[in-house]
């Protein structure tokens, strides 16, 4: 049993900063230009599902952590095997989050400090965060996530004044191949990354909550999306937008007469941190678990200081990192955030149905 | 270099102070310094401007390999 | 014991802290200070006859404009000019940006640019290439108001030295905001070029200056473009045509020639639709659906105002208001066969199974396709005043 406990409401906050993300700069299912928001749709009904799965599994295996169900369903060596894949998947995550958070800094806000630096500095504060413990995160994500889509908020309306209402005309243009490749690239970032919530599920204090909360979570990120992608289509059009490397960043430079584009930072500095802080904690609770050391917060340092080197390792520059994220990402991420945790929910309703009570140590 | 070197020392030296104070088991250290050794180790070959093939490269490459991507 | 070693350890911990905290007061990484740096106020870019890149910046001078404005009308040669203007040749935009450090002293600091004025001869040679500098610099203000020069080089514009500002940038970006009361310049900001530049469905229209004086300007007119490069001008009146169709009038005198004299009509609201009519899927007409809604302004001849004549008034509006918008598309597809309007746009989001052919020859089609244009012209107030000034002899 977990002893640190969060209430539904933080849940569900930290769900919705951590699908925000990197999502609030990026722009999501973009290569779909025009018809972006069907893709949207499509990704976000499935994302919906796909997390929905999270949810049963975690269910089926009540007060459980990834780990442990991977080693009880799969077996001891396949379970750690995979576990330890897992680990990787999550600290890889966590460096691809900072290494968006820096090239974003370095593009628009910093342009003369070197990358190394901001990430650095938002990694070291971040770890400290994760050390406070997961009770902390979420207060952490109480008090800051409502932000994220305030300032979305202020910015669409303050743009409103811009505007081409028909500018995502015409639908369906170049038939329906890059809608669907769109889509899919929406559910595995940043649906299916979600999957490092099963490391903190078991932390929920109701689990009947669990449910709704994961529901409603995926469903207003899902909106919000969808909001900022006609603000921002009605705003730049659909060449501009496909055309600019930080779209809402772009956007909320047309602003008349103030310049609130601080306000995107603040965006990327709460969701990516809450993403990153969930990714290292779920990599750190794993891999404390595998080996068997008490206490996780002895490895988020090392942990931490890999993920920084591996930002800067992964890529040369930021068109790699983009390319690599639209093309390799999906199918890298595909095992990780679909395979394994079908497979894992079907295992569990087979174990389910034999013992009920099947419970191990551990 | 000489900052890379620095700031993993600072790292470790801090880190460590806490492992031996409170006499952790092996395992910890083990695990601790497999982190920092990559770390360290990717850190100096990219300080010194020679970037290392990086994990993202080797998936592009395994994931061509299995044929999922063209 | 413990207690006490706890509390010396806190201690240190926080001196250690507030150490650190001084570290943040010194900003960002590159951080300048405002004295370091020279406020861009206005730029112009221009292509010289080698081929090259001139740049032209107008800076301010924050402690001559203090200067100038309280000291104003004590005479007094001494004074410093509140700007000063300095040009630069490059192979691109960013290394005349670059190049200029070796005639000034301090860093340019773009952010505060407020026009862009592009020279003729770069014009003619294509925008496209500098725009991309623009767009891409992570300084540039978009909406910054772009004009085209006619008949100067863009050094020579911002080189005015008005007396209705203290620096010129901002009496031209000034003129320009007019336009939405007077309507016979294009407003376009670096945002709307960016837009529209790899478009086919709208090719590019900017703003034009000109100098009409020693130290006057000018805006007025509009410069077309087609592909990036320009092509032709069209006068105030094609322009306020322009802008009636593609709805971005606000408000404008028009007059309208009365029995005795002339009608000054002040256009209070103005709404324009553009379309391209499909008959068996192929473009049959442009249409330009325009309802603008007026005052009489002013009276300059003699008769009276009645309800019958108002009709005739509203009617006579109407035709003049078409006169307009048919002088400009005429222009637009005769002359330059460059889609401004953005009919293509239309074609583009309304039918775009054709748009995937007529693409690459839209110009062509654009230019051959008849008008339909109607407007539709109210009269609401007619002032204070029943009949004319002059008495009927």
């Not at chain 1, 497979?343 to 569990?348: N, V």
């Not at chain 2, 890379?4 to 310094?33: G, M, N, Q, S, T």
């Not at chain 3, 609201?269 to 330009?288: D, E, H, W």
């Not at chain 3, 009919?343 to 089609?365: C, L, Q, R, S």
Request: with cysteine; net charge positive; glycine share 8%.
């Amino acid at each position: 049993m977990e002893k640190e406990k969060i209430s539904g409401i933080q849940l569900f906050l930290l769900l919705l900063g951590f699908l925000f993300g990197s999502t609030v700069i990026l722009g999501p299912a973009m290569g779909a230009k025009n018809d972006a928001w069907l893709a949207i749709i499509l990704g976000g009904a499935t994302g919906v599902l796909l997390m929905q799965v999270y949810v049963a599994i975690s269910l089926l295996n009540p007060s459980k952590a990834l780990v442990d169900i991977l080693r009880e369903k799969m077996g001891k060596v396949a379970g750690n095997i995979i576990a330890i894949l897992y680990i990787w998947y999550f600290i890889h995550l966590a460096s691809l989050v900072l290494r968006d958070f820096g090239e974003f800094i370095c593009t628009v806000t910093f342009p003369e400090t070197p990358m190394v630096v901001v990430i650095a500095i938002f990694a070291f504060i971040l770890v400290y965060a994760v050390n406070s413990g997961i009770e902390v995160l979420g207060r952490l994500g109480e008090l800051l996530v409502p932000i994220i889509p305030l300032v979305t908020l202020i910015i669409s309306l303050s743009i409103i004044t811009v505007r081409d209402f028909t500018a995502f005309l015409p639908v369906l243009e170049n038939g329906m191949s890059p809608v669907l490749k769109a889509a899919f690239n929406f559910v595995t970032f940043p649906f299916g990354e979600t999957i490092a919530f099963l490391m903190l599920f078991p932390h929920l204090n109701k689990k009947d909550k669990l449910k709704n909360v994961v529901f409603l979570s995926a469903v207003t990120s899902t909106i919000v999306v969808i909001i900022v992608f006609f603000r921002d289509i009605i705003v730049l059009g659909s060449d501009l937008m496909s055309r600019s490397t930080f779209t809402p960043h772009l956007s909320s430079l047309l602003i008349p007469g103030l310049n609130i584009e601080p306000l995107i930072d603040i965006n990327l500095l709460i969701g990516g941190g809450i993403k990153i802080s969930v990714c290292i904690y779920a990599a750190a609770r794993a891999l404390s678990q595998i080996t068997g050391i008490d206490d996780y917060r002895k490895l988020t340092g090392a942990i931490a200081t890999f993920c920084v080197v591996l930002s800067i390792w992964g890529f040369g520059n930021v068109l790699e990192l983009f390319i690599w994220s639209e093309k390799v990402w999906p199918y890298y991420s595909f095992p990780f955030q679909i395979a394994i945790p079908l497979l894992l929910l079907l295992l569990s309703l087979i174990k389910k149905g034999k013992s009920p009570n099947a419970g191990t140590k551990k | 270099m000489a900052i890379v070197l620095a700031v993993f020392a600072v790292l470790i030296f801090y880190d460590l102070k806490e492992f031996i104070r409170k006499k952790e088991p092996a395992r910890v250290f083990v695990i601790y310094f497999l982190f920092m050794a990559a770390s360290l180790a990717v850190s100096l070959l990219l300080a010194a401007g020679r970037r290392p093939s990086s994990p993202a490269q080797w998936i592009e490459a395994l994931l061509k390999m299995i044929g999922v991507m063209q | 014991m413990m207690h006490r070693k706890g509390k010396k350890r806190t201690g240190i911990k926080l001196t250690a802290f507030l150490l650190v905290l001084p570290l943040l007061l010194t900003g960002c990484w590159n951080n300048r200070d405002l004295n370091e740096i020279n406020i861009v106020a206005g730029m112009g870019v221009e292509r010289t006859e080698g081929g090259k890149i001139l740049l032209t910046v107008q800076v301010v001078e924050p402690a001559a404009i203090q200067s100038t404005s309280s000291g104003k009308g004590k005479g007094g040669s001494s004074q410093p000019k509140p700007v000063f203007v300095e040009s630069c040749e490059g192979e691109t935009v960013f290394e005349a940006v670059r190049g200029m450090l070796s005639v000034i002293d301090k860093k340019l600091f773009l952010s505060t640019a407020q026009i862009l004025i592009i020279g003729e001869n770069l014009s003619r040679d294509g925008i496209g290439e500098i725009l991309d500098f623009f767009q891409r610099d992570h300084e540039i203000d978009y909406s910054m108001e772009v004009l085209v020069a006619n008949g100067a080089t863009p050094r020579e514009i911002l080189e005015v030295e008005t007396d209705m500002d203290a620096i010129p940038a901002v009496y031209i970006k000034g003129t320009v905001e007019n336009t939405i009361s007077r309507g016979t310049v294009k407003k376009t900001m670096l945002i709307d070029l960016i837009k529209d530049m790899g478009s086919r469905g709208r090719q590019l229209a900017i703003g034009q200056i000109s100098k009409t004086g020693e130290n006057e300007i000018r805006t007025e007119g509009t410069a077309v473009f087609k592909n990036g490069k320009l092509v032709g001008w069209l006068g105030p009146y094609e322009t306020r045509g322009y802008l009636f169709a593609t709805n971005k009038v606000k408000s404008a005198i028009v007059n309208v020639p009365a029995d005795k004299g002339k009608i000054a009509m002040e256009i209070m609201r103005s709404k324009g639709k553009i379309n391209v009519t499909f008959k068996n899927g192929k473009p049959a007409a442009l249409t330009v659906k325009v309802k603008v809604y007026a005052n009489v302004g002013g009276y300059e001849g003699r008769g009276k105002l009645d309800p019958d004549h108002l009709i005739k008034l509203e009617q006579s509006l109407a035709e003049e208001v078409k006169k307009e918008i048919l002088m400009a598309l005429e222009k637009s597809q005769k002359q330059y066969s460059s889609d401004i309007f953005g009919f293509g746009t239309n074609v583009h989001k309304y039918h775009p199974m054709y748009w995937k052919n007529a693409e690459k020859n839209w110009d062509v089609i654009f230019s051959m396709l008849p008008a339909d244009v109607r407007v539709d012209a109210r009269i609401m107030r007619t002032g204070i005043s029943k009949s004319p000034v002059k008495k009927d002899e």
